[in-house]
């Protein structure tokens, strides 16, 4: 949908008796996008190099325009028994411009990648790379190895296509990572001092926190400098886009473990498979995982809180889970249950490089405890519980084909951004159509499962597990 300015919008439904003849929606606001103009005024525009790519054919339409906006809402009720919220969001639309604000001999690119490993990581550096080379003709372009604190510890590493070619193929990130290591001081003056006028940030929330102090001090010194963040987070975690990469792949592996914990359930008496998988604060991937395989008997996430014991808790679902099967399967996600597990007075203050609690193994306890609660209901049964942790596994491992086209696409809209001038953005898909949302705004946003809405109520219809509300 395309507007060329904020404005009410009017929906004519047909007459009836039953749905009224006009229903109004309030005004869509568009989100104002951080361009490099806005402290550099006299920044003079160049025609996009794209006009003479032997790739590209331009033609009406090809270029977008300020007037072409992705809505962020784009379900409504228009019975009026909802009143839908005011104004509606809006957001630039991702893709190529006719003016630019770089030229390309002029351009130095550097990109890094930060925090933990997500699948996909080698492929969004080959695509910036390749799109940077061929669709606008950039050659100076760097790796930052070892996260933020590469801009001031390393030496840049000159990439190029050739270099890069088969990077999709591997796991993990060619440019290594860290976490942690974030002196605002240090990374700005490197890259003013390195001449970098366009940085490619790859990481997660805490990376795209540290991209917002970044874009600040950039603006503060009123530097032409180009900041664009891709976000990188194998939970799903990050809120405003449809998704962020890396995850289906992680769903589709995740399914390869619940199988194997199926497959050993089912081979022993009374045998429950355990299955931790990935997400701090979010059970995205367990509960696609369990959506998909269609082997899982229970799952946790950390939205909504369970507990062991009593009338409706997971113990005496579990048994009678095992009376009318003989096995079954659980999948909790790292961060469920955390409030139920003991912590010493030191584990309540531990925290890991990126100021996150750390999370104790739900896993390993849910197994202990399950040992305990057997042993003391059903002492001379026979009783297995095999605890699977395949996160390592799953971080690790190369994209998937969705992931790998998701990875070029994402990677592309940050390049045509970035020479459009546009600053301080993340790119993503909202409603599968590629958009650019300021970097603070996704800073800030999270994506946690709504566990009142249709896709939770399938998974507890396809696990016929309790809610564990009524204790």
Known sequence: ???TQPEATNLTTPQSEQNPTQISFSSVKLQELPHLTDYLPNLQSLPSPLENNRFFRPSEGFYLTPGDVILRQIVYDLSGTFSPSAPHQAYHRAGPRDRVYFESSRIRAAIVTCGGLCPGLNTVIRELVDGLWDLYGVREIFGVTAGYRGFY???PVRLNPKL??????RGGTALETSRGGFDLEKIVDAIQDRGFNQVYIIGGDGSMRGAVNIFNEICRRKLNVSVTGIPKTVDNDVGIIDRSFGFQTAVEMAQQAIGAAH???ESAVNGIGLVKLMGRSTGHIALHATLSSRDVDCCLIPETDFYLEGKGGLFEFLDQRLKENGHAVLVVAEGAGQKLIPRTDAQKQERDESGNLVLLDVGGWLKSELKKWWQRDHANELFTVKYIDPTYMIRAVHANATDNAYCTLVAHSAIHGVMAGYTGFVSGPINGTYAYI???????????????????AWVRSVTNQPDFTSI
């Open 153 to 155: 510890e390393r030496e």
């Open 438 to 456: 300021p970097l603070e705004e996704v800073a800030k946003a999270k994506n946690e499962v709504n566990v009142r809405d249709h896709k939770w």
């Open 263 to 265: 497959v050993e359930a």
């Open 1 to 3: 949908m395309a507007v």
């Open 164 to 169: 890069v070619r088969n990077w999709h193929k």
